[in-house]
């Protein structure tokens, strides 16, 4: 098992360009999620998936979208990147029916936009 | 809406010793989840302990353990006998229970370096 993959591993934009992050776990988990981690903060939700077909708003959404291919690949896409955006960006995954609720983490992705 | 905080934006303990993280958190549910994350410098974050609120014994797991009060809204973690390897950020996180929807908030995170 190789868990929740998470590709690019680092990635530098220029402002107004856009990317998608690729995220995919093998876990047949249902719920899927986005986060961003920025200095002194805690991680803060972006989007996320509670199941295929499924999408939701978290706490900062706004300049993102996202995409729930199939059961396994959650994409989070920059439609046009700003330095606001620079931030180590994880995904996750979680079965809900799985004691604990324990949210899996990817390795993360690095994005630097200039 | 609930809310996690860690006082201890870092700490330093030798090796060998033990130290405590702290963590309080605001919700008004009466079920929900508690978890300690480690992020050490790789950046991976990994699951180092989970409580849940229903029970009243407090979660261990090996040299790591939690002391949780409810009532106080408080769930502390123990790091017994540290090792090097125990140097890393950690996240305290809740969950409410139930639900497909339900999200982890975080902290904002200790730095705990161990000390030779």
Known sequence: ?114 | AQTVTQSQPEMSVQEAETVTLSCTYDTSENNYYLFWYKQPPSRQMILVIRQEAYKQQNATENRFSVNFQKAAKSFSLKISDSQLGDTAMYFCAFMNYGGATNKLIFGTGTLLAVQP
């Open chain 1, 1 to 114: 098992n190789a868990g929740v993959t998470q590709t690019p591993k680092f990635q530098v934009l220029k402002t107004g360009q856009s990317m998608t992050l690729q995220c995919a776990q093998d876990m047949n988990h249902n719920s899927m999620y986005w986060y961003r981690q920025d200095p002194g903060m805690g991680l803060r939700l972006i989007y996320y998936s509670a199941s295929e077909g499924t999408t939701d708003k978290g706490e900062v959404p706004n300049g993102y979208n996202v995409s729930r291919l199939n059961k396994r690949e959650f994409s989070l896409r920059l439609e046009s990147a700003a330095p606001s955006q620079t931030s180590v960006y994880f995904c996750a995954s979680r079965n809900p029916v799985e004691a604990g609720e324990t949210q899996y983490f990817g390795p993360g992705t690095r994005l630097l936009v200039l």
